[in-house]
């Protein structure tokens, strides 16, 4: 089946500092989600990408949808220690409403 | 605070019960899914709902049933679960099957 491929696994940053994550496939997607889980809570969609090349801003959050249609990545800049979490990918590629996740990005922040 | 809510939010039950588990979207989605998710892993698409008719079941148990009474409320009813039944269950709704999913925070369920 398909699968995503998602990195890092985690990630232990200072405050400040920008933030990268990727994921990648081998199978083509129509569109791109980016979610944030915290602890006891359920995943929070961040941005939505629908077009290969698209580049969308949420306030720190800039996440593109590959050129290709297999990948999309995430960057946080100036990271702040509310950013801690987990960041899920996500891949649709028909109408029927199912989604593909990636394993997740753990992200810590030292303040 | 999330659009899409869900009760209880906490349920420990034994493998000989029956219970359910509900979610409720006042958002005029059209589309309505449950998730099973383990800790510290994606969730897990479990059923979906289209124009409240069962669209998608991924091979989950039969003692897991779910049920769609109206185009705001969704439903998952449980017995005889296993204790690798445990997880985190999540709903989440959309407008269309199409459009991004918006997700509730989950019934944590925990099976003795």
Request: hydrophobic share 30%; charged share 15%; aromatic share 10%.
């Amino acid at each position: 089946g398909q699968q995503l491929n998602q990195s890092p696994q985690s990630m232990f940053i200072q405050e400040g500092e920008d933030v990268s994550m990727n994921c990648t496939s081998s199978s083509i997607f129509n569109t791109w989600l980016w979610y944030k889980q915290d602890p006891g809570e359920g995943p929070v969609l961040l941005i939505a990408l629908y077009k290969a090349g698209e580049l969308t801003s949420n306030g720190r959050l800039t996440a593109q949808f590959g050129i290709t249609r297999k990948d999309s990545f995430l960057n946080i800049s100036a990271s702040i220690p509310s950013d801690v979490g987990i960041y899920f990918c996500a891949g649709q590629t028909s109408n029927t409403g199912k989604l593909i996740f990636g394993q997740g990005t753990t992200l810590q922040v030292k303040p | 605070d999330t659009e899409v809510t869900q009760t209880p939010k906490h349920l420990v039950m034994g493998m000989t019960n029956k219970k359910s588990l509900k979610c409720e979207q006042h958002m005029g989605h059209r589309a309505m899914y449950w998730y099973k998710q383990k800790a510290k892993k994606p969730p897990e698409l479990m059923f979906v709902y289209s124009y409240e008719k069962l669209s998608i079941n991924e091979s989950v148990p039969s003692r897991f049933s779910p049920e769609c009474p109206n185009s705001s409320l969704l439903n998952l009813h449980l017995h005889a679960l296993q204790p690798e039944d445990s997880a985190l269950y999540l709903c989440a709704s959309s407008p269309y099957t199409r459009q991004p999913q918006h997700f509730g925070d989950g019934t944590r369920l925990s099976i003795l």
